[in-house]
């Protein structure tokens, strides 16, 4: 069943991670990272832009020509203020109907990117991963970590002045091929709480998807998909609780799954398993 309009992506190409893109980048290769924004308007809620830890001028560059050429907005992925501000000074929401950029990412360590609302007004995606527990950052192990992360995020950025729907919460997604700790488990239940909760109503919940299947084989040894299919098995189970982005492929087939569907079972037998049983699992569905 298709997913239709129940999840906007954030277009993933551009960004120095990818191996294809980092060598784009290595080439200074600019007409083809901006001819991937073009490949990548269809489809797509934003444009996610990262450059690495490159000259932050290269950001500037980048988002002057990507918008000359395309009207989606564009998300300014960087851990970087300098790098950030450089993006955020030069974006135009005319370009992009009016839209306002959106910044990837603001975590409780970088909580000074809010100042960056002087120079525009932005979205943002509010890192969910870990909370301040007697005044230290620490890593989330249960739904109910996810769910306090997310208010101590809301806090910050309602104080900035970000609306509800300015506001994107992300737990993070844990690779299913090696999530001895059931951290799989802990994200679709947080989503679920965050879901849940009254204050968070109007907000918005994202993942990056295509961490949820690295370091696994694309295909089965039958030549079966294994990515796509146990990324929308996630989706099947997550968007129903409250996720409505994900960072991921406008090329992809997104779709929610039957319960019949192998993908499906695998992930609901990783959500009832626990420790090493859980990556046994996994790769009895890789190795089929």
């Not at 527990?133 to 208010?151: F, I, Q, R, S, Y």
């Not at 509800?164 to 700790?181: K, R």
């Amino acid at each position: 069943m298709a997913i239709n309009g129940k999840l906007n992506i954030i277009a993933e190409k551009i960004n120095d991670s990818v191996p294809s893109t980092h060598e784009l980048f290595e080439k200074g290769d600019m007409q083809a990272i901006i001819n991937l924004a073009k490949e990548q308007a269809e489809g797509s809620t934003y444009i996610d832009v990262n450059i690495g830890p490159r000259d932050p001028k290269l950001m500037e560059d980048l988002i002057i020509a990507i918008q000359s050429l395309v009207t989606v907005p564009l998300s300014i992925d960087t851990p970087s203020p300098a790098i950030a501000e450089r993006a955020l000074k030069v974006y135009d929401p005319k370009k992009a109907g009016g839209k306002k950029p959106l910044l990837n990412s603001i975590s409780l360590g970088r909580l000074e990117m809010f100042e960056l609302l002087k120079i525009q007004p932005f979205k943002a995606i509010l890192m969910s991963s870990e909370r301040s527990v007697n005044g230290e950052n620490t890593p989330n192990c249960v739904a109910e970590d996810v769910l306090e992360a997310a208010k101590q995020m809301y806090e910050h950025a309602k104080k900035h002045g970000l609306t509800n729907d300015d506001m994107i919460f992300d737990p993070t997604i844990a690779p299913i091929g090696s999530d001895y700790q059931g951290l799989t488990k802990m994200t679709l239940n947080g989503i679920g709480l965050i879901g849940q909760t009254a204050l968070f109503k109007g907000c918005h919940m994202s993942v990056g998807l295509s961490n949820f299947t690295v370091q696994i084989p694309s295909k089965t040894k039958s030549g079966a998909l294994v990515k796509t299919p146990l990324e929308n098995a996630f989706l099947t189970l997550a968007v129903p609780r409250g996720l409505d982005y994900c960072v991921g492929s406008t090329k992809k087939k997104y779709e929610f799954l039957t319960n019949e569907h192998p993908a499906m079972q695998t992930l609901n037998d990783v959500l009832a398993r626990e420790g090493f049983d859980i990556i046994t699992r996994v790769q009895e569905f890789y190795n089929n």
